[in-house]
T-cell receptor
Framework: AQKITQTQPGMFVQEKEAVTLDCTYDTSDQSYGLFWYKQPSSGEMIFLIYQGSYDEQNATEGRYSLNFQKARKSTNLVISASQLGDSAMYFCAMREVQGGKLIFGQGTELSVKP | KAGVTQTPRYLIKTRGQQVTLSCSPISGHRSVSWYQQTPGQGLQFLFEYFSETQRNKGNFPGRFSGRQFSNSRSEMNVSTLELGDSALYLC????????????FGPGTRLLVL
């Protein structure tokens, strides 16, 4: 069965510094999609970045980038130049080939200090 | 383009009542999924609809049901509410299924007393 593991319940980072949020996954599928979402205290899940299992290059979206290591089944999110508005819960998720449901990790709460 | 909208945003019900939540997907999106988020269980998949057909269902009791209309709008219903049904219910839409990115609405916070 597919599983997503985020081992960092909470993290602190200084404003303007970079931070890496860890995510490992387990699946027997060869084709899958990996996603990161941000959830502020308001509750809405905001899509950040996507990595396909066959993508050869690490995905990048503005200040967000992924360190995708397929052999190790990890997809770590790197946020560069942290801002106060980055304080939120961050969820790693995987989407199955069949059925399309997202499987989420437990999340990492990021706090950015001024 | 407008995002995913959910109504109502907040809801208070008592045990035994039933509730209906509504979700309007992004224009052009035909797949709608529902998730329940609680502090204890995290984010759990409820069901997914595509072109008015339920494509996948999570491990929830039959009290949880849903449907999708021809305009892709979706509703979920919870009957005989229990205290444990208190949660944030999130709706997400995507163009199709498989690896398309799911975009989420603001959620409906349900409190069962």
């Amino acid at each position: 069965a597919q599983k997503i593991t985020q081992t960092q319940p909470g993290m602190f980072v200084q404003e303007k510094e970079a931070v890496t949020l860890d995510c490992t996954y387990d699946t027997s599928d060869q084709s899958y999609g990996l996603f990161w979402y941000k959830q502020p205290s308001s509750g809405e899940m905001i899509f950040l970045i996507y990595q396909g299992s066959y993508d050869e290059q690490n995905a990048t979206e503005g200040r967000y980038s992924l360190n995708f290591q397929k052999a190790r089944k990890s997809t770590n999110l790197v946020i560069s130049a942290s801002q106060l508005g980055d304080s939120a819960m961050y969820f790693c998720a995987m989407r199955e080939v069949q059925g399309g449901k997202l499987i989420f990790g437990q999340g990492t709460e990021l706090s950015v200090k001024p | 383009k407008a995002g995913v909208t959910q109504t109502p945003r907040y809801l208070i019900k008592t045990r035994g009542q039933q509730v209906t939540l509504s979700c309007s997907p992004i224009s052009g999106h035909r797949s709608v999924s529902w998730y329940q988020q609680t502090p204890g269980q995290g984010l759990q998949f409820l069901f997914e609809y595509f072109s008015e057909t339920q494509r996948n269902k999570g491990n929830f009791p039959g009290r949880f049901s849903g449907r999708q209309f021809s305009n892709s709008r979706s509703e979920m219903n919870v009957s005989t509410l229990e205290l444990g049904d208190s949660a944030l219910y999130l709706c997400a839409s995507s163009l199709v299924v498989a690896f398309e990115t799911q975009y989420f609405g603001p959620g409906t916070r349900l409190l069962v007393l």
